[in-house]
């Protein structure tokens, strides 16, 4: 059970190239998440899906889009990469019959935009 | 929209020394209350939880916290630090009553934990 996996673990990108940030769970977990960690500033929500072909927008989802075929997988792009996009960014999963919601995090992975 | 402040933005205490980390949130309905803990170039990684029942909740290595409703608070606690326990720590928030996609928190800015042997 690997839990939550991302990849890639650092990337570099030029101003205007993008890329996809890929995260995959293999708990069975209904709910995915992506935040951003910048510091002094905690985590923030991106975007977060609850269930395959359902997404919708969190607290700073400008530049980034999503999707969710599948109950595993839930990629982040960033289409035009900026510098203000120089973060480290975490996906995480809950149970939708967790009690408690707890989320389950994954081991990030850090962008720099230059 | 709920929010979550965490007082101390940076702590440094000796080996042995007591921990308290504060954590404050706003929001008027009942919650789910979280404490994380990240170690130097970590993942997130749960610490404890609160959703009901007793409000002092204890976690992994050492550490409690307890929930005090009628301060909103939900301050961390560990007895005897170690020099292991060097991390950022993350409290955050989730409204039990916001329905469907409601599972979202809200985090607090972080506190750092500077543990000096």
């Known amino acids: 059970n690997a839990g939550v996996t991302q990849t890639p673990k650092f990337r570099i990108l030029k101003i205007g190239q993008s890329m996809t940030l890929q995260c995959a769970q293999d708990?069975?977990?209904?709910?995915m998440y992506w935040y951003r960690q910048d510091p002094g500033m905690g985590l923030k929500l991106i975007y977060y899906?609850?269930?395959?072909?359902?997404?919708d927008k969190g607290e700073v989802p400008n530049g980034y889009n999503v999707s969710r075929s599948t109950t595993e997988d839930f990629p982040l792009r960033l289409e035009l990469a900026a510098p203000s996009q120089t973060s480290v960014y975490f996906c995480?999963?809950?149970?939708?019959?967790?009690?408690?919601?707890?989320?389950?995090f994954g081991p990030g992975t850090r962008l720099t935009v230059t | 929209a709920q929010s979550v402040s965490q007082h101390n933005h940076h702590v440094i205490l000796s080996e042995a020394a007591s921990l308290e980390l504060g954590c404050n949130y706003s929001?008027?309905?009942?919650?789910?209350l979280f404490w994380y803990v990240q170690y130097p170039g970590q993942h997130l990684q749960l610490l404890l939880k609160?959703?009901?029942?007793?409000?002092l909740v204890k976690g992994i290595k050492g550490f409690e916290a307890e929930f005090i409703k009628s301060k909103f608070s939900f301050n961390l606690r560990k007895p005897s630090v170690q020099w292991s326990d060097t991390a950022e720590y993350f409290c955050?928030?989730?409204?039990?009553?916001?329905?469907?996609?409601?599972?979202?928190?809200?985090f607090g800015k972080g506190t750092k934990l500077s543990v000096i042997p």
């Open positions: 995480a999963s809950s149970h939708r019959d967790s009690i408690a919601r707890e989320q389950y």
């Open positions: 708990m069975n977990h209904n709910y």
């Open positions: 899906s609850v269930g395959a072909g359902i997404t």
């Open positions: 929001y008027g309905g009942t919650v789910n």
């Open positions: 609160y959703f009901s029942g007793d409000p």
């Open positions: 955050a928030v989730n409204p039990q009553d916001s329905g469907a996609g409601s599972y979202q928190l809200t």
